[in-house]
C-alpha cells in the first residue's frame, strides 16, 4: 500500500483518488456552485442540504448525515469541489449497497474491471497497515 495513503482521512483519500464520470462531474459542479461560499468550499452546514440535492431529494436526511458521520467529518470542516465530488460518488455507492436488493444483479458485475482490481483482496493488502479506522471502513464499502 502507498506510504501516502496511511495518512489521509477519508476525505482526503475520496478527494484525491475517487474519480467521476464526465456526466456525474457535471451533476456535482452544478450542485457545489449552488451551495459553495464565498472560498468556494462547502461548509457542514450545508453539505448534507447538497448531497440530498445530488439525489433530488429521495434520500432521507438521516442517510446522509450516516454518510457525514462514516466519513468522520468535523462540524468545522469544509470541502472542496474535489472532495465534495468523491463524497457524493461514495454516497452513492454507500447507499447503493444500502437500497440493492438481494435479487439484484451481482453488485460486482456493475463496478468497472479496474475497480474490482484495485479492491480485490483488500483485507489480505490491508493486513499490519496502520490506517484510520474510518478510512478503512471506507474502503471496505467502495
Same mark, same amino acid.
Given at each position: 500500500?502507498?506510504?501516502?495513503?496511511?495518512?489521509?482521512?477519508?476525505?482526503?483519500?475520496?478527494?484525491?483518488?475517487?474519480?467521476?464520470?464526465?456526466?456525474?462531474?457535471?451533476?456535482?459542479?452544478? @450542485? /457545489?456552485?449552488? %451551495?459553495? +461560499? &464565498?472560498?468556494?468550499? *462547502?461548509?457542514?452546514?450545508? !453539505?448534507?442540504?447538497?448531497?440530498?440535492?445530488?439525489?433530488?431529494?429521495?434520500?432521507?436526511?438521516?442517510?446522509?448525515?450516516?454518510?457525514?458521520?462514516?466519513?468522520?467529518?468535523?462540524?468545522?470542516?469544509?470541502?472542496?469541489?474535489?472532495?465534495?465530488?468523491?463524497?457524493?460518488?461514495?454516497?452513492?455507492?454507500?447507499?447503493?449497497? @444500502? /437500497?440493492?436488493? %438481494?435479487? +439484484? &444483479?451481482?453488485?460486482? *458485475?456493475?463496478?468497472?474491471? !479496474?475497480?474490482?482490481?484495485?479492491?480485490?483482496?483488500?483485507?489480505?493488502?490491508?493486513?499490519?497497515?496502520?490506517?484510520?479506522?474510518?478510512?478503512?471502513?471506507?474502503?471496505?464499502?467502495?
Amino acid at each position: 500500500m502507498n506510504i501516502l495513503v496511511l495518512a489521509l482521512t477519508p476525505k482526503e483519500y475520496l478527494g484525491k483518488y475517487c474519480r467521476v464520470n464526465s456526466r456525474r462531474y457535471t451533476l456535482y459542479k452544478r @450542485i /457545489f456552485d449552488k %451551495y459553495k +461560499d &464565498i472560498e468556494a468550499e *462547502l461548509n457542514m452546514e450545508v !453539505l448534507a442540504d447538497a448531497l440530498s440535492d445530488a439525489y433530488l431529494g429521495t434520500i432521507d436526511n438521516r442517510l446522509i448525515r450516516q454518510v457525514i458521520v462514516l466519513l468522520d467529518l468535523s462540524s468545522n470542516e469544509k470541502v472542496t469541489f474535489t472532495q465534495f465530488s468523491g463524497i457524493a460518488a461514495f454516497s452513492e455507492r454507500y447507499f447503493f449497497n @444500502i /437500497f440493492r436488493r %438481494y435479487d +439484484d &444483479i451481482d453488485s460486482q *458485475l456493475q463496478k468497472d474491471i !479496474l475497480e474490482i482490481l484495485d479492491f480485490s483482496s483488500l483485507k489480505w493488502k490491508l493486513l499490519g497497515v496502520n490506517i484510520s479506522p474510518s478510512l478503512r471502513q471506507i474502503l471496505t464499502l467502495i
